[in-house]
């Protein structure tokens, strides 16, 4: 078979089949050359892309603009990873302000933000308050405060796991606004963070069952009396 007849088969690939083999690609770089070879194909990915559930940047080199731009094709997402690598995704409140757009963002129930420092409180916020079905959120090694722990209680009721690993600027009255409002809410990792005492009683006792980690966080025996603090 003669090479341009190669090309002809591959050319009348229907759609659907299309769409399931980008569907394969690990490599954002490698859809972002299918999307360049034809219409066809740019049709392909497109598809592929509205049928993927979740959606890892973590260790790629993306930006806003970029990381936007196929979580918004994503329209069937339920697990976002845009954590910061070295010389990976970068995202800030920009980004976030375009993702909060994103059909999928409703639906969403893990994100997972961990070492963004280019996002702030504005951002944080304009993405949570859409993100209303969100079970698993990994927002630690942020520079968030307070603010964005209040948008998280009123906005995602279904919580039940939430990583706060570092960050310093969150106080005692966020986490009580959380667990207040948050009653699935099952874990919490305060991990680096300056919780005294008497707050995590509090948390405790709001919801006994929590479990806060890590598990080097433990009370003294007279002070829980039998709260699971793992």
């Not at 990976?88 to 933000?113: F, Y």
């Amino acid at each position: 078979m003669r090479e341009g007849d190669e090309e002809a088969d591959i050319g009348r690939l229907p759609i659907d089949l299309l769409a399931h083999i980008f569907s394969l690609f690990a490599s954002f770089k490698d859809l972002a050359q299918a999307s360049s070879v034809c219409r066809k194909w740019r049709q392909g990915v497109k598809e592929s892309l509205a049928r993927r559930e979740s959606l890892s940047f973590s260790g790629w080199k993306m930006d806003d603009e970029s990381t936007a731009r196929l979580v918004l094709l994503a329209y069937s997402l339920k697990d976002l990873d845009i954590s910061r690598s070295r010389w990976g995704c970068q995202i800030t409140d920009n980004g976030l302000n375009q993702l909060s757009t994103a059909k999928c963002i409703a639906n969403l129930s893990s994100v997972s933000m961990w070492g963004s420092t280019g996002i702030t409180d504005k951002g944080v916020i304009q993405l949570i308050s859409r993100a209303t079905s969100l079970q698993h959120l990994n927002i630690g090694g942020t520079f968030i405060t307070d603010a964005s722990l209040f948008a998280i209680a009123d906005s995602c009721p279904h919580l039940k796991n939430i990583i706060l690993w570092g960050c310093r600027h969150v106080t005692d009255k966020g986490l009580l606004m959380l667990v207040k409002k948050c009653g699935k809410l099952k874990s919490i990792n305060v991990w680096g963070m300056r919780v005294p005492l008497d707050s995590i009683i509090g948390l405790l006792t709001i919801s006994p069952a929590l479990q806060i980690q890590p598990k080097g966080m433990l009370l003294p025996d007279h002070a829980y009396q039998g709260w699971p603090i793992y």
